[in-house]
C-alpha cells in the first residue's frame, strides 16, 4: 500500500510493536500516515519481523497477547514483505536499523530504545503520541 508509484517514495518499515497498534490504540495506521505526511511512501514489513511475531505467537497457548499478535500477523500482510531475515548474532532491531540506514526509510515504532539509537543515526522515527495520533521525529 502506497499514496503513489513514484521513483522518490520513501519507505516507511512497520516494526512489530507498531503492527500492534490498531488493535491497541485503535488507531488506522494508514489514514494518519497520509494525514502526516505530505510526500510520497510506500509502508513495508521486513520478513524477520513476520518471523518475530509468529515466534511469540507460537510460545503463547491462549489469552489477549496471543490473539494481538495473531492479528498483528494477519496485518502485516496487507503491506509488502521485504525479504530481510534476521541474522545470526543480531536482534531484530539491528536488522531494522542496518535496513532503514542502507534504505534512507522512516522507521515506524514504539519501542524507546530502537528511537534512541535511530535518532543518533539521523533516521526518522514515526511513533505514536499520546495513544491517539502518530507523530514524525527527525524528518526535514
Known amino acids: 500500500m502506497a499514496s503513489s508509484e513514484n521513483k522518490t517514495q520513501r519507505l516507511i518499515i512497520l516494526d512489530a510493536n507498531f503492527l500492534l497498534v490498531p488493535i491497541k490504540n485503535r488507531i488506522d495506521i494508514l ?14 514489513v521486513l520478513s524477520g519481523t513476520i518471523d518475530e511475531l509468529k515466534r511469540k505467537y507460537k510460545s503463547l497457548k491462549v489469552g489477549k497477547e496471543r490473539k494481538e499478535l495473531q492479528f498483528a500477523i494477519k496485518y502485516a500482510a ?11 548474532n543480531k536482534d531484530m532491531d539491528d536488522v531494522i536499523i542496518d535496513f532503514a540506514v542502507k534504505h534512507k526509510a522512516i522507521v515506524a515504532t514504539n519501542d524507546t530504545k530502537l528511537r534512541k539509537k535511530l535518532r543518533e ?19 526535514e
Open 31 to 44: 489514514s494518519e500516515l497520509y494525514s502526516l505526511l505530505t510526500f510520497p511512501f510506500k509502508v513495508v
Open 121 to 139: 543515526l539521523k533516521v526518522p522515527t514515526i511513533f505514536v503520541r499520546e495513544k491517539k495520533y502518530l507523530k514524525i521525529n527527525g524528518y
Open 78 to 88: 496487507h503491506f509488502e514483505i521485504i525479504p530481510c531475515p534476521l541474522e545470526e
